[in-house]
């Protein structure tokens, strides 16, 4: 998503304060891929999770000034609606310092890891930097190595009955085409290399991975391999007029569908698995029925859509238009009714 400009509800300074860390229990089978899929529609419904990224114009900050966690109390009324996936965003530069290789801030880390540890959910982890920072393969590689291997076995999370999914960066744009691929590539052989093989992976695409120019910006992204076949692409959505989700008007009542369709055929001409890990849509009636559309269009095709993720819920929105958290959000407010027949 392309915010052009956010009003963070600083709390008080601070340096950065761990979470405890719970023992982990088993999740239960809510959100179901490809062959083990048993629900009818979209299988993985949920949201974005923001805070942990904000204040990227200074690195690393301090909690609870430039950037803040998201509260799990809040997100647990979210699972209780019915929701089952989450987003969570994080800094590379605040997870590791100094280099993309380096060692990890066991601050930041801990917070991280206690969202990741809520039961009966999946937790997306997406490193928040639209690619704009990365350039070597090798260093990215060796980046997701470490995210895969150390912090979670660290952490006792079981990989191979618990594995979280690694959605590895946000929203590619005005990068080289191979350069995107490549990464994306880099990333999967890090997870890989790290002994974890029950993880998805979500890869993102170019020109703000949206779903309506995957065809025309994205279509060397199929040459993607992963020796478990665990690949999902991951496409974002918005209905304005630009596709930015900088508006809340929608271009009209249909537009959700038509921006899914050509998205929706490369993925069944390709034999690959999508998931919308961002959309949102304004809070008015036009919106509502776009929303719905585009959601029963992709609900149709559950053969080759996995999911969808609403943008966004996190403690620092405010009145941002597209808010889900709970439960003063002006999306939980006046959008979560529309969402309901999707939810678990």
């Known amino acids: 998503m392309k915010l052009t400009s956010l009003i963070l509800l600083a709390a008080?300074?601070?340096?950065?304060?761990?979470?405890?860390?719970?023992?982990?229990?088993?999740?239960?089978?809510?959100?179901?891929?490809?062959?083990?899929?048993i629900?009818?529609?979209?299988?993985?419904?949920?949201?974005?999770?923001?805070?942990?990224?904000?204040?990227?114009?200074?690195?690393?900050?301090?909690?609870?000034?430039?950037?803040?966690?998201?509260?799990?109390?809040?997100?647990?009324?979210?699972?209780?609606?019915?929701?089952?996936?989450?987003?969570?965003?994080?800094?590379?530069?605040?997870?590791?310092?100094?280099?993309?290789?380096g060692s990890f801030n066991a601050d930041y880390l801990r917070n991280l890891t206690a969202i990741?540890?809520?039961?009966?959910?999946?937790?997306?982890?997406?490193?928040?930097?639209?690619?704009?920072i990365i350039t070597s393969t090798s260093e990215f590689?060796?980046?997701?190595?470490?995210?895969?291997?150390?912090?979670?076995?660290?952490?006792?999370?079981?990989?191979?009955?618990?594995?979280?999914?690694?959605?590895?960066?946000?929203?590619?744009?005005?990068?080289?085409q191979t350069l995107v691929l490549n990464l994306n590539q880099a990333a999967i052989n890090g997870i890989r290399a790290a002994g974890a093989t029950s993880q998805y992976i979500f890869v993102e695409g170019n020109s703000w991975t949206g779903a309506w120019t995957w065809t025309s910006v994205n279509d060397n992204m199929k040459a993607l391999t992963d020796p478990q076949d665990k690949i999902v692409y991951e496409m974002h959505q918005?209905?304005?007029?630009?596709?930015?989700?900088?508006?809340?008007?929608?271009?009209?009542?249909?537009?959700?569908?038509?921006?899914?369709s050509s998205a929706t055929a490369?993925?069944?001409a390709n034999g690959k698995k999508g998931i919308l890990g961002?959309?949102?849509?304004?809070?008015?009636?036009?919106?509502?029925?776009?929303?719905?559309?585009?959601?029963?269009?992709?609900?149709?095709?559950s053969d080759v859509w996995l999911g969808a993720m609403w943008w966004a819920a996190g403690p620092w929105w405010g009145s941002y238009i597209f808010s889900m958290e709970p439960t003063s959000g002006t999306a939980y407010q006046g959008m979560l009714a529309t969402l309901e027949p999707f939810l678990g």
């Not at 993985?44 to 950037?67: I, K, M, Q, R």
């Not at 912090?151 to 191979?160: C, D, G, I, K, S």
């Not at 304005?240 to 921006?259: L, P, Q």
């Open 39 to 101: 629900l009818i529609g979209l299988s993985g419904f949920g949201t974005n999770e923001s805070g942990a990224e904000f204040g990227e114009n200074n690195l690393p900050g301090v909690w609870g000034t430039d950037y803040i966690w998201p509260d799990t109390s809040t997100i647990q009324t979210l699972i209780d609606k019915g929701m089952n996936i989450f987003r969570v965003q994080f800094k590379m530069e605040r997870l590791a310092p100094g280099s993309m290789t």
């Open 12 to 37: 008080a300074a601070g340096s950065a304060v761990a979470a405890p860390v719970r023992e982990h229990a088993k999740r239960a089978s809510l959100f179901q891929f490809v062959e083990e899929k």
């Open 266 to 268: 490369w993925l069944r």
């Open 278 to 301: 961002e959309f949102a849509g304004g809070v008015n009636d036009q919106c509502k029925t776009a929303v719905t559309g585009m959601l029963n269009a992709m609900a149709a095709s």
């Open 238 to 260: 918005y209905l304005d007029s630009d596709g930015s989700g900088t508006s809340a008007t929608c271009v009209s009542s249909t537009i959700g569908e038509e921006r899914v």
């Open 141 to 176: 590689q060796t980046f997701w190595q470490n995210v895969a291997m150390r912090p979670f076995r660290e952490q006792a999370l079981a990989l191979a009955e618990n594995a979280d999914i690694n959605d590895v960066d946000n929203e590619y744009y005005g990068m080289d």
């Open 116 to 132: 990741l540890e809520m039961e009966d959910v999946w937790a997306v982890l997406t490193i928040s930097s639209n690619g704009a």
